[in-house]
């Protein structure tokens, strides 16, 4: 049971460069999320999903897009990379859209130049 | 519109010491409130959660105590062991659909 899993663990991009954070849990969870948190600063929420097929905005969507084709796979995209992209990024599960309890991946550290 | 705030960004204690961590929020009559914690290098892990219908919760070492009134959240660690030295988030959770709202973290260092 590896719980949630990101990849990359880092990335370096040049602005305008474009790519997907992945990433995957096996505990059949409906709910995953993405956030983002920058230096002295909580974690935002990018996008959530609460099933196979339905995502939503987050707080902080612009920038950023996402699809959820099947249960374990939440992958978060980058169209169009930008300074101010350059964050950490978590993904998170928890069994349904009513459980505050939520599970986080370690983490992908990404530089925008 | 910053609806949970956790004003020290850092902690310093000695082991065995008690740990108090402090966080307040607006807007909230019915939320649920969580304490998440955060090592280098990894993801938030749940620590300790509190619903608006209680004014304490305790978990071992750890107690989460809730003030509506005053609408100010603690987290208590006693005895603090060099172990706790973390990043910790006091987070707003209740709301639909999942969503976490988190404050800035405080980052605690227990001196052994």
């Known amino acids: 049971n590896a719980g949630v899993t990101q990849t990359p663990k880092f990335q370096v991009l040049k602005t305008g460069q474009s790519m997907t954070l992945q990433c995957a849990q096996d505990m059949n969870h409906e709910y995953m999320s993405w956030y983002r948190q920058d230096p002295g600063m909580g974690l935002r929420l990018i996008h959530y999903s609460v099933g196979a097929g339905i995502t939503d905005q987050g707080e902080v969507p612009n920038g950023y897009n996402v699809s959820r084709s099947t249960t374990e796979d939440f992958p978060l995209r980058l169209l169009s990379a930008a300074p101010s992209q350059t964050s950490v990024y978590f993904c998170?599960?928890?069994?349904?859209?009513?459980?505050?309890?939520?599970?986080f991946g370690p983490g992908t550290r990404l530089t925008v130049l | 519109d910053q609806q949970v705030k956790q004003n020290s960004p850092s902690l310093s204690v000695q082991e065995g010491r008690i740990s108090i961590l402090n966080c307040d929020y607006t807007?909230?009559?019915?939320?649920?409130f969580l304490w998440y914690k955060k090592y280098p290098a990894e993801g938030p892990t749940f620590l300790i959660s509190i619903s608006s219908i209680k004014d304490k919760n305790e978990d071992g070492r750890f107690t989460v105590f809730l003030n509506k009134s005053a609408k100010h959240l603690s987290l208590h660690i006693v005895p603090s062991q060099p172990g706790d030295s973390a990043v910790y988030f006091c987070?707003?959770?209740?709301?639909?659909?999942?969503?976490?709202?988190f404050g800035q973290g405080t980052i605690l260092t227990v001196h052994p």
């Open positions: 807007n909230s009559m019915f939320d649920y």
């Open positions: 987070v707003k959770g209740g709301t639909s659909y999942g969503k976490l709202t």
């Open positions: 998170a599960s928890s069994y349904d859209a009513l459980t505050d309890t939520q599970y």
